[in-house]
């Protein structure tokens, strides 16, 4: 069964850091595009992060770009985000999703161009 699966998200206290992890299972992602979304409970989902196939370049939201940052290891599979000082208000559920859309060759941060998604994982900041 082809899944896209993320994991690393956990409860961590403010201040603290994570790092997930969103990889294919069943299927190799190395030729998309991925993105990072979260959603906390009552708000819209909120794209976080994108990469591009071969990880050359990505765009991060203004609203984290200086705590967060996007990589992938195609030899692993895999893509990661790495999150630093973290804050309460990142408490949500983060999701990757996989796109082949490009906005003048860069990759976009809008949920409804992706088409392959995650279940998601839960990341809580809370003393």
């Known amino acids: 069964q082809l899944q896209l699966v993320e994991s690393g998200g956990g409860l961590v206290q403010p201040g603290g850091s994570l790092r997930l992890s969103c990889t294919g299972s069943g299927f190799t992602i190395d030729r998309y595009i991925v993105g990072w979304f979260r959603q906390a409970p009552g708000k819209e989902r909120e794209g976080i992060s994108c990469?591009?196939?071969?990880?050359?370049?990505?765009n991060v939201a203004d609203s984290v770009k200086d705590r967060f940052t996007v990589s992938r290891d195609n030899a692993k599979n895999a893509v990661y985000l790495q999150m630093h000082s973290l804050k309460p208000d990142d408490t949500a559920v983060y999701s990757c999703?996989?796109?082949?859309?490009?906005?003048?060759?860069?990759?976009?941060?809008?949920?409804?161009?992706?088409?392959?998604w995650g279940q998601g994982t839960q990341v809580t900041v809370s003393s």
């Open positions: 999703a996989l796109t082949t859309w490009t906005v003048k060759d860069m990759c976009v941060k809008t949920p409804v161009v992706y088409h392959i």
């Open positions: 990469i591009s196939s071969d990880g050359d370049s990505a």
